[in-house]
């Protein structure tokens, strides 16, 4: 069974940072591409940014370019945001996720909900003014 439990959630003021963890079991993170994305209160679950099989190629979306960066820590099997920089509109719940449907879907669509089957329970990120 497959379980991915995030941490490292909570409230900071604008410029401030965060770093989220999204542990596995039941899955290795290396075989295959994962992502985070995030769902704002009344709004569409958003993907934020992916890391590819190969641990080194990351793809962010422009709103957190140059601010988040994903990794990976293969011998823990846990996969890393790390948020600086952060402001208000970076308020919502995140998510990791994992375990993409194809190759296909992992290389053209990494940052689309539709490509991953296992999803964590979330964790609540909150910036301040």
């Known amino acids: 069974q497959v379980q991915l439990v995030e941490s490292g959630g909570g409230s900071v003021q604008a410029g401030g940072s965060l770093r989220l963890s999204c542990a596995a079991s039941?899955?290795?993170?290396?075989?295959?591409?994962a992502a985070w994305f995030r769902q704002a209160p009344g709004k569409e679950r958003e993907g934020v940014a992916a890391i590819y099989r190969d641990g080194g190629s990351t793809y962010y979306d422009d709103s957190v370019k140059g601010r988040f960066t994903i990794s990976r820590d293969n011998a823990k099997n846990t996969m890393y945001l790390q948020m600086n920089s952060l402001k208000p509109e970076d308020t919502a719940m995140y998510y990791c996720?994992?375990?993409?449907?194809?190759?296909?879907?992992?290389?053209?669509?990494?940052?689309?909900?539709?490509?991953?089957?296992?999803w964590g329970q979330g964790t609540q990120v909150t910036v301040s003014s």
């Open positions: 039941g899955y290795t993170y290396g075989r295959n591409c």
């Open positions: 996720a994992a375990g993409p449907t194809s190759a296909y879907d992992c290389y053209f669509g990494s940052l689309s909900g539709h490509t991953y089957r296992y």
